[in-house]
Nanobody, 118 residues
């Protein structure tokens, strides 16, 4: 069982930055893939980024170059930096742990709200 506790988020104006954190109950080095999702109001949840245990990270085209995901295995945390935010980035953001393969999420964080105003 892996517990994920999220923090950060909040409200910011367009062009601003926010940092989200996800604290895991186990070392992220023991989790094959840490995923990042978001859900905008009235829309389905969408994948944002993935961080694999060997260091490779991949991003959705909509956030590439603006968002960054990184693991701190010593602190059991996953950091998510969001820069150059736009109103379309508004939504609930989730971290998720996939133990064996990135495509199958096993555990979810509770989510944290991000609101970007124009």
């Amino acid at each position: 069982q892996v517990q994920l506790v999220e923090s950060g988020g909040g409200s910011v104006q367009a062009g601003g930055s926010l940092k989200l954190s996800c604290a895991a109950s186990v070392s992220p080095s023991s989790i094959y893939c840490m995923n990042w999702y978001r859900q905008a109001p009235g829309k389905e949840r969408e994948w944002v980024a993935s961080s694999k245990v060997h260091g490779k990270t991949v991003y959705a085209d909509s956030v590439k170059g603006r968002f960054a995901i990184s693991r701190d295995n010593g602190k059991n945390t996953l950091a998510r930096q969001m820069n150059s935010l736009i109103p379309e980035d508004t939504g609930m953001y989730y971290c998720a742990a996939a133990v064996r393969t990135c495509g199958v999420t096993d555990y979810w964080g509770q989510g944290t709200q991000v609101t970007v105003s124009s």
